[in-house]
């Protein structure tokens, strides 16, 4: 069995707390880019931005993967980028796991309100592979995409 590590190390873990979350059935590339957007924030900040999204209120940038994407209005002027997307399903699971770093900030005994964001990044996971039944006797591959997800917050003064 493969061992997991964090990717990010600290020496003083006493005021940080850390999730991860692995085999979310989002694909990498949007999660990635959702990821992007919520690193460096306050968890607060973080979980807002997340439920606009979900509402279709705010767009993220898509930075990497933004091939014939469409410009979103209000990007520029908070992001200074114009391309973006809503990635309802990326946004739900990591405002969960938002949620699950926030209780195990509040088991160690950290304020929520102080909680910063210091790492997050987003891994790919195992892709399923599936077939999809066409006409004559063919068959198209169908690959559903995983993503992993670890999530570092600590608190700041």
């Known amino acids: 069995m493969p061992t997991w590590h964090y990717s990010y190390k600290l020496r003083d873990e006493s005021r940080i707390a850390k999730a991860v979350q692995f085999d979310i059935p989002v694909s990498i590339k949007d999660m990635r880019e959702a990821v992007a957007a919520i690193r460096g924030k306050k968890v607060s900040e973080a979980k807002k931005l997340l439920e ?11 930075k990497r993967y933004k091939g014939k994407l469409s410009h979103k209005r209000g990007l520029p002027a908070k992001w200074k980028w114009p391309i973006g997307r809503y990635p309802v399903k990326a946004a739900k699971y990591l405002l969960r796991l938002l949620e699950h770093v926030e ?6 005994g950290l304020d929520k309100d102080k909680l910063v964001i210091v790492h997050i990044a987003a891994h790919k996971g195992m892709t399923l592979k599936r077939w999809m039944p066409r006409a004559f006797g063919r068959a198209t591959p169908k690959f559903r995409r995983t993503s992993h997800v670890e999530i570092v917050v600590k608190e700041v003064d």
């Open 52 to 62: 606009n999204v979900i509402a279709l209120r705010e767009p993220i940038p898509f």
């Open 103 to 108: 209780a195990n900030a509040d088991n160690k």
